[in-house]
């Protein structure tokens, strides 16, 4: 669907394992960014480029006519398609240097991220031909271009992208939904990073990969939402501790899921990862004024 004079949203469906043989309908966002040349920015699982170029074919454009890909990070739902849609274009691919090594080689990221159903999200490695780090720019050609902001906490190489020509702003999976499954690495930095993108004025639409997009002042109210949100389950994870203090892991997230009202089927690999993070900044109370 059009959202705003240039950029188009492509919400692709895809299912992650949970447990082998156990799955979740998940979703994820990619956009297309329309000019002289078409940028796309993520590129689903594998197998979704087919259903990008029919996107693009039926929006009356050609996919030869993508020109670059931008990665706003590593994770399998946002590169899987990236192989496929190189080969077809030959379009250059951009990430920040950061998560560079979890695309080029994906028996790191499964070793380190291990997702079950890893392998068949991502067909194979990805070769980068940019590494972005914060406050580059890339040009879109006819004198448009993408600003980079460098917003680690999901994962270290996340990234936002403005569209200033739009005051659009992408997001990746750096500002999380308040009240959906957390998964990021380190909530301080990701409160930090959302943030970043709060000081960004004049904004009229933020997208995410998680959520329709979002407009106007609501966004703004997301984005401080989800800073909120970081320190509820904040929160909730440091009581869980308190009250289990020699539970596993795996047993205080059984509670901390509890307490934070999600289901318990979220007990994942990616959300532990998550649990972890708020562990390792146990340090703090309040992660907002930390
Ligand atoms: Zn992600």
Same mark, same amino acid.
């Given at each position: 669907? @059009? ?11 895809f299912k992650l394992e ?10 994820v ?13 993520d590129a689903g699982v594998s197998g979704s480029h ?21 990665i706003?990070h590593a994770h399998p739902d946002h590169i899987g398609g990236a192989p496929a849609v190189v ?6 691919v951009?990430i920040?240097?950061?998560d560079?090594p979890w695309i080029q080689d994906i028996d790191l990221q499964y070793k380190e991220r291990p997702i079950v159903n890893l392998y068949s999200l991502i067909p194979g490695p990805t *070769? ?8 580059? %720019? #890339? ?52 409160? @930090?990073?959302?943030? *970043? ?10 997208? %995410? ?61 990616? #959300?532990?990862?998550?649990? @972890? ?7 703090? @109370? ?5």
């Amino acid at each position: 669907m @059009q959202i705003t004079d240039h950029i188009h949203a492509l919400k692709i469906p895809f299912k992650l394992e949970l447990t082998p043989g156990k799955t979740l309908d998940r979703s994820v966002y990619a956009f297309l960014i329309y000019g002289e040349k078409i940028c796309l920015i993520d590129a689903g699982v594998s197998g979704s480029h087919e259903m990008i170029f029919n996107y693009v074919r039926e929006t009356g454009r050609n996919p030869a006519e993508i020109s670059n890909l931008v990665i706003t990070h590593a994770h399998p739902d946002h590169i899987g398609g990236a192989p496929a849609v190189v080969k077809e274009t030959g379009c250059p691919v951009a990430i920040h240097a950061d998560d560079v090594p979890w695309i080029q080689d994906i028996d790191l990221q499964y070793k380190e991220r291990p997702i079950v159903n890893l392998y068949s999200l991502i067909p194979g490695p990805t *070769k980068v031909d940019r590494q972005l780090k914060d406050g580059d %720019t #890339v040009d879109l050609g006819d004198g448009k271009s993408l600003n980079v902001i460098h917003t680690p906490g999901h994962s270290k190489g996340s990234i936002s992208l403005l569209y200033p020509e739009d005051n659009a702003l992408i997001s990746g999976d750096a500002v999380p939904i308040p009240g959906a499954v957390p998964i990021y690495d380190d909530p301080l930095v990701s409160i @930090q990073s959302t943030r *970043k993108l709060m000081d960004i004025k004049g904004l009229d639409v933020l997208l %995410t990969s998680w959520d329709a997009p979002c407009h106007g002042d609501a966004l703004y109210k997301l984005m401080e939402d989800a800073t909120g949100y970081f320190q509820h389950i904040h929160e909730v994870v440091l009581k869980a501790k308190a009250d289990y203090p020699s539970a596993d892991l795996d047993a205080l997230s059984t509670h901390i899921l509890e307490g934070l009202g999600l289901p318990e089927n979220a007990k994942v690999g990616i #959300v532990m990862r998550t649990f @972890q993070g708020h562990l390792n900044r146990s340090e703090y @109370q309040d992660l907002l004024k930390a």
